[in-house]
């Protein structure tokens, strides 16, 4: 059964520096997305991007954040200057279809800051 | 405004017994609903999902109830198995009409199966 794949399971980094978290979505899937789990807390949306371009954002997208689809198969989240509240598990996912679909999930990448 | 809560944090029953998870929602627009499970350390694995024109919808010993009147939506495991434990998600989306991509996720109800 095809699935997300995401890479590293587990990143440590220092606040201030830059992260990128990469992700394969499901090959014939179109719309993507980056949410993230702090710990004991909800999932939280981050974004969506369609078609080379972001659909939607949250406010907790800010402007340390930029999501690409470098090539035909990766998808990745940068995240500029890490801060102490990054810290999270960040989850990407894939769907078929842009609204009312199921939207299939990674396993996540740990990020922790110092 | 848009959230989704659940009533209880944890549940804990008894190997062979019907669990029942609930979840309530905010947004009266909302069109899609979804449960997730998730086990530590995974992300959320798709259980099943209902459009607000439902009000039932069955899967393999898993059915999740929507009652639009008072914006619950609840999610029966018959059977309950010790692989059932894991902490259980239920989230909204505005639909096809609703201009929304993102899924809402509640902050989740942690299933404990006892042998």
């Known amino acids: 059964e095809p699935e997300v794949t995401q890479t590293p399971s587990h990143q440590v980094t220092q606040m201030g520096q830059e992260v990128i978290l990469r992700c394969v979505p499901i090959?014939?899937?179109?719309?993507f997305y980056w949410y993230r789990q702090i710990l004991g807390q909800k999932v939280e949306f981050l974004v969506s991007f369609y078609n080379n371009e972001i659909s939607e954002k949250s406010e907790i997208f800010d402007d340390q954040f930029s999501v690409e689809r470098p090539d035909g198969s990766n998808f990745t989240l940068k995240i500029r200057s890490t801060k102490l509240e990054d810290s999270a598990m960040y989850f990407c996912?894939?769907?078929?279809?842009?609204?009312?679909?199921?939207?299939?999930f990674g396993p996540g990448t740990r990020l922790t800051v110092t | 405004g848009e959230s989704v809560g659940l009533h209880l944090p944890t549940l804990s029953v008894q190997e062979g017994d019907n669990s029942i998870i609930n979840c309530a929602y905010s947004n009266s627009a909302s069109d899609y609903f979804i449960w997730y499970k998730q086990e530590s350390g995974k992300g959320p694995q798709f259980i099943i999902d209902?459009?607000?024109?439902?009000d039932k919808r069955q899967g393999q010993r898993v059915t999740v109830l929507l009652n639009k009147t008072v914006k619950h939506l609840s999610l029966q495991i018959a059977a309950t198995q010790p692989g059932d434990s894991a902490v259980y998600f239920c989230a909204e989306n505005l639909g096809i009409q609703g201009g929304s991509e993102k899924l809402v996720f509640g902050k989740g109800t942690k299933l404990t199966v006892n042998p």
């Open positions: 090959s014939n899937h179109l719309y």
């Open positions: 209902i459009r607000s024109n439902m």
């Open positions: 996912a894939s769907s078929l279809v842009r609204r009312g679909g199921e939207q299939y």
